[in-house]
């Protein structure tokens, strides 16, 4: 019988479901998935969506590609802890970007 490891889960799941809210954050604009966003900010939804849809599909194929490499091999015990790292530093990333926002000139 076929098992997958506890980590492999956790990992594919998590994975799965930042996908799912990246998708509907970015394509669908469910900006409200966001914590503290509202429509009373200076950014707007578009970008909001555009630029937090981005980060949250990538943080979870990254997370998808890290669970499939747990399945298919074994990993150090520190690539965890390195991916988490790099998930804190894309959301800094991301705070950074959309408290920075200035729009772009039409003229």
Same mark, same amino acid.
């Given at each position: 019988?076929?098992?997958?490891?506890?980590?492999?889960?956790?990992?594919?799941?998590?994975?799965?479901?930042?996908?799912?809210?990246?998708?509907?954050?970015?394509?669908? #604009?469910? &900006?409200? $998935?966001?914590? !503290?966003?509202?429509?009373?900010?200076?950014?707007?939804?578009? /970008?909001?969506? +555009? %630029?937090? #849809?981005? &980060?949250? $599909?990538?943080? !979870?194929?990254?997370?998808?590609?890290?669970?499939?490499?747990? /399945?298919?091999? +074994? %990993?150090?015990?520190?690539?965890?802890?390195?991916?988490?790292?790099?998930?804190?530093?894309?959301?800094?990333?991301?705070?950074?970007?959309?408290?920075?926002?200035?729009?772009?000139?039409?003229?």
């Amino acid at each position: 019988m076929f098992g997958l490891p506890s980590m492999a889960l956790q990992w594919l799941g998590v994975g799965v479901l930042l996908l799912t809210a990246g998708a509907l954050i970015k394509f669908r #604009g469910w &900006t409200f $998935l966001l914590a !503290g966003y509202d429509k009373t900010s200076p950014v707007p939804d578009g /970008v909001v969506a +555009d %630029i937090a #849809g981005n &980060t949250v $599909l990538r943080i !979870g194929l990254a997370a998808i590609a890290l669970g499939v490499l747990i /399945v298919i091999t +074994d %990993i150090p015990s520190y690539l965890p802890v390195v991916f988490e790292v790099i998930i804190l530093l894309a959301v800094v990333r991301l705070i950074y970007r959309l408290y920075t926002y200035t729009p772009a000139n039409t003229t």
